[in-house]
């Protein structure tokens, strides 16, 4: 609903860009920020037909269903090899939370509004530097982002940060999207848009 949500311009680094977000979502952000007691007991863990059956049960078209579940499946494969279990017996933590349907649903439904033929991406960059899961302090990109990386026939790049840039649903994303590598391709600018995002880098 439309109660439900953040959209607004903001400035980031002088430039003025569109802002989107969850209100539940931004505020689990400011809690995770400034409050650093762990959190992740509380949660309620989910299987993989549950997380289907959310995104089945959402109002949106077929296409965008079928799109988001081509998104979420590689996040829940990648859960399943990291822990050596059945892909229908792994409960997903971080990535089974509605968080993350909503940003599959979001980046499947706006895929299909777009109209586009195909995506192109240039190297990825993942970051660097430490990042804390529900299970631990895992060195960046986290093991279910290598995994689904390890998948995208796109190869990393870009400058060293020491900072978490590529999280497991925005590798799943690119993977279920069909993003393909092209360093630089031909062709013409025919709109420009930004986005801002929570953090605020150089």
Known sequence: AAEDVIFEKREKTGILATYFNLKSEESRQWEHKHDHHEHHDHHHHRGLNHML?????????EAVKELAKAIYLPLAQAEAAVHGKDLYEVHFHEVGELDAVVD???????TILSGVEAV?????NTGGGMV??????YPVPAPATAHILSTLDVP?????????LTTPTGAAILKGIRAAYRPRPEGRVLKVAYGAGTRDHD
């Open 132 to 137: 804390t899961c529900a299970h631990g302090t």
């Open 104 to 110: 599959v649903l979001g980046a499947a439904y706006y």
């Open 120 to 124: 192109y991406v240039g190297k990825i």
């Open 53 to 61: 059956a959310l995104i089945d049960q959402s109002g949106f078209d």
């Open 156 to 164: 990393l790049g870009g400058e060293a940060v020491e900072e978490e």
